[in-house]
């Protein structure tokens, strides 16, 4: 069953069904303010940092599902209505939300009377706009009242949601005409205050929420807006809100717009006030001036769409399956670009207050935007890096805000450090920009310590040549990629967190997926040493990369498949032997991407292994056969119930080292396989049973040991959207930045005819035409560059600004 449908000439996704099986979300922002908005209005906004700087207020896991958010009521008569249906629930004659790229327009209609609220931050803003469009559609005289409704945070999320014998008396605010402010603690330390503001002149508002809702109500009906009379309720202490309130009347066939402003500004400190008490509001007006008409909305609506016609221009897929050029052309980039501002702060899953952004998680990240905002994935590697250790490891994760390590949820986990070579080198090969290599970066955010981003990235290499096990694999620490494999965690204490409890010794467990990305990345390290013309380094690190290969073909061969790892008592884990958990999705994608086993057969028996043992309906699943049973040894993945997450849960994210491992292999046919039953357009029409926006990827999907196999869950924030970007674009559709140019190399179906892409890179364009009249999966028979036969399979990098024809022939 479908709950709405693509429309993309528009780019978005139109909801016509506010029921949906989860709350499908969108987010607006793409700089430093941010907001989550539902398709029933619900959702947040802050600045930077969702724990830190959280503007308004949302409760998480709440009943019902998503209750606070950007709210609009009308009471026409007694009757009350809200244009998104969510709060007031009211049916409505029509209803649409229209998730778009960086923008949501929630529409709704009662008695032929329209309200559509289109939801936006615009380019450049620190704050959202919101345009409500009002049309009479009947022949009648209507007059009704308009209620607004923001639900202030106190700024720091976590302590807000639990610092309540503090927070119940320092809410402020200051009103002045139509503009609510809040101040909380600017008082004090704080620089920064946000307000909430509308175009006309209003006849009512509120600012204190007990007053607006009284006590014992809900958001779905409020006193103020039952009653047609907004308390004018100025907030001391409790929770402060802002809502205005606006009676309106249209005649037939007329219509209003207003614009409504939600923003954040900072004072310098020596300017924080104009007079005792009072704020001061200079840069808030300034801010508000900007939008005082429609027109301003509808500008800045133009610009983001301009903003996003930029990004999505870089590479852009025709192929005859429409669900793979939305996903290719709009969604799966759009993701990207989120996954990229969040890493894995904030979404429905993730409360903006756990984690901030994962070192190896926004690394790995990068590799699905650096295309689109070179610039910016430059300044991220140098963030990413600043936070690295000397001796090569890192924090776990860093907070947005400060960009500084944070250890609350530990470090050591050994995979960390390599994926930084992973996004230098993709960086690199997608700019040409060598002399990133030359920055100087600080460890541990220390200025006076300070290495080139050269050495960050040796150091990541020598990380794991310098932590070595019993079997010279190397060495686990906390976790590798599965953050639930905790080989040195051996936890009986309920709660304790098995991320950043280390009772094991750590000398022993061993990771052969590890291994393989050290083969595969520590490779990457060496060519970029030898393009800089650093031979003996190049030399040295090829010896260690040659040992390596020899130790994983000594250890980490199962016989049907790669071993995951060794444990704690150097037991193998993920090997036949084991009666649960026999096989694992990591270490058979990592080797054969480091092209373990390729030519042997090995790679091709795992893949095998992995269709076999793995592959379901929905995906493939992370091991097999799921553990039944708590295996203290293990750490956290046991602890999941059979087909959820890391417990033989399809996680979405490693998928994609299949689908490339395929394509490796030179098997299309079972690389688009892969790639379609996940891909989130085609799942479309199970959306009741898949759950979660059909329009982007979620972390997990059930496998098939679970309760229901193929539900969705942790939509948004995953590595996934990454990881298959890549994995469709450069390997099955195979047009691949590369340090001398773009290389071509499809492996797709046999059965497809061909497809056409059009990529941007280093400031030319190519125009792709790929034909497969022999209808093979793999090999490029003949390459023209402008008419030109091409030796190899390279296209050189051609002047910027031209454009290029590129004809691929493939046989
Ligand atoms: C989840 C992992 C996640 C980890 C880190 C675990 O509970 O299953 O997917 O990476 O927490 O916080
Ligand atoms: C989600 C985490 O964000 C990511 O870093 C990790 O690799 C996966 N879970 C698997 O545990």
Known sequence: MKYGHFDDSKREYVITNPRTPYPWINYLGCEDFFSIITNTAGGYSFYKDARLRRLTRYRYNNVPVDDGGKYFYINENGKVWSPGWKPVKTELDHYECRHGMGYSIVKGEVDQLEAEVTYMVPIGYKGEVQKIKLTNQSDRKR?????????????????????????????????????????????????????????????????????????????????????????????????????????????????????????????????????????????????????????????????????????????????????????????????????????????????????????????????????????????????????????????????????????????????????????????????????????????????????????????????????????????????????????????????????????????????????????????????????????????????????????????????????????????????????????????????????????????????????????????????????TKYIVKYGEISSYPEGYKENAGIFCHNNPWIMISETLAGNGDAAWDYFRKICPPYLEEISDLHKTEPYVYSQMIAGKDAQKPGEAKNSWLTGTAAWNFYAISQYILGIRPDFDGLKINPVIPGKWEGYKVTRKFRGATYKIEVTNPAFVSSGVKELFLNGAKLEGTVIPICEAGSENMVKVVMG
């Open 143 to 627: 007059s009704f009242s308009l209620f607004s409704f923001v639900e202030w945070c106190l700024w720091d999320a976590l302590d807000d949601g639990s610092n309540f014998q503090r927070n119940f008396s320092t809410g402020q605010v200051e009103i002045v005409d139509s503009t609510i402010y809040h101040k909380t603690e600017y008082r004090e330390r704080r620089d920064h205050y946000a307000f909430y503001t509308v175009n006309e002149k209003i006849d009512g508002l509120d600012t204190d929420r007990d007053s607006f809702l009284g006590l014992y109500n809900g958001f779905d009906a409020p006193d103020a807006v039952t009653e047609r009379q907004s308390r004018n309720s100025h907030a001391h202490g409790w929770s402060p809100i802002a809502s205005h309130h606006l009676q309106i009347e249209l005649e037939p066939g007329e219509e209003k717009q207003l614009v409504f402003v939600l923003g954040y500004v900072e004072v310098p400190v020596e300017d924080k006030f104009v007079e005792n008490q009072v704020i001061n509001k200079a840069p808030a007006e300034q801010m508000i001036a900007q939008f005082q008409t429609a027109a301003d909305v509808d500008r800045a609506m133009d610009k983001l769409a301009k903003f996003w016609d930029d990004l999505l221009s870089v590479y852009q897929l025709e192929h005859p399956e429409e669900e793979l050029n939305r996903a290719v052309n709009i969604w799966n980039q759009y993701q990207c670009m989120v996954t990229f501002n969040f890493s894995r702060s904030a979404s429905f899953f993730e409360s903006g207050i756990g984690r901030g952004m994962g070192f190896r998680d926004s690394n790995q990240d990068l590799i699905g935007f650096v295309h689109q905002v070179p610039d910016r994935a430059r300044e991220r590697i140098i963030d990413i890096a600043s936070t690295q250790f000397e001796d090569g490891s890192a924090y776990h994760q860093y907070q947005p805000l400060t960009k500084k390590g944070n250890d609350a949820v530990g470090s050591n986990f050994n995979d960390d450090p390599l994926w930084l070579i992973l996004a230098i080198d993709e960086y690199i090969k997608e700019t040409g920009d060598w002399s990133i290599l030359e920055e100087m970066v600080p460890f541990d955010n220390d200025e006076s310590n300070t290495a080139t981003l050269f050495e960050h990235m040796k150091r990541s290499f020598y990380h794991v040549v310098n932590n070595l096990g019993p079997h010279k694999l190397p060495l686990i620490g906390r976790a590798d990629w599965n953050d639930c494999l905790n080989l040195n965690c051996h936890s009986e204490t309920p709660g304790e967190s098995f991320q950043t409890t280390e009772n094991g010794e750590g000398g022993v467990a061993e990771s052969v997926f590890i291994a393989g990305m050290f083969v595969l990345y520590g490779d990457a390290f060496e060519k970029l040493c030898l393009k800089l013309g650093k031979d003996k380094e190049a030399e040295v690190a090829a010896g260690h990369i040659a040992d390596m290969k020899k130790v994983v073909d000594q250890h980490g061969w199962d016989g049907e498949w790669f071993i995951r790892a060794y444990d704690h008592y150097g037991e193998k884990v993920g090997s036949d032997e084991q009666e649960e958990g026999k096989i694992f999705i990591e270490s058979q994608g990592m080797c054969i991407m480091a092209g373990i086993g390729l030519e042997d057969g090995r790679a091709r028996k795992a893949l095998d292994s992995v269709k076999e043992r793995l592959d379901c309906e929905y995906g493939i699943v992370l091991n097999n056969p799921a553990f």
